[in-house]
């Protein structure tokens, strides 16, 4: 369901020879559990309209990525660097050294933008001039004036 909507939690199950173990424990999960949601969500997949949620979803993400990584081009610090790690919903910046992104966290949270330090992805001393940032949010401008904010931000972090 996260490629729906996050907040519904619901998933399936093949459990095979756990079958009655895996049972009982959903019988006891259940009651806390809409079943209107989960039959909402198979009758969404039964009729082909995820697939159509899937295509209009990327379409969206892809277009939000380039919004995102033109932004940062444009009101950044010279220099800033953009990857677009596989598998997620994230960019990672990496501002010119010696820029500090736990800094730009702290000036960041006190506007309500909210950034991922490089350094918390990893047990070294590394990183301190990254942090990643999650594109998938709605492209309005609010976004774009969050990422301007954080562009001008940056360059007082470094």
């Not at 598998?87 to 950034?115: C, D």
């Not at 990643?132 to 007082?156: C, D, H, I, Q």
Request: charged share 20%; with cysteine; hydrophobic share 40%.
């Amino acid at each position: 369901s996260k490629t729906l909507a996050p907040g519904y939690r619901v998933g399936w199950i093949a459990p095979g020879k756990y079958y009655e173990q895996v049972k009982q424990i959903k019988l006891f999960h259940a009651m806390s559990c809409p079943a209107i949601t989960a039959e909402a969500i198979a009758w969404f997949l039964e009729t082909n309209r995820y697939d159509r949620h899937l295509h209009k979803m990327r379409d969206i993400l892809q277009t939000n990525a380039q919004r995102f990584i033109n932004t940062i081009g444009e009101y950044f610090p010279p220099g800033t660097r953009v990857s677009r790690p596989r598998g997620g919903l994230v960019l990672w910046i990496e501002l010119p050294p010696p820029a500090n992104t736990m800094r730009l966290y702290e000036a960041a949270m006190k506007e309500k933008i909210s950034i991922a330090p490089g350094r918390l992805f990893t047990l070294q001393d590394q990183f301190n001039n990254c942090f990643r940032v999650n594109y998938a949010l709605p492209w309005n401008e609010k976004t774009e004036m969050a990422l301007r904010t954080l562009g001008r931000l940056a360059a007082k972090c470094s």
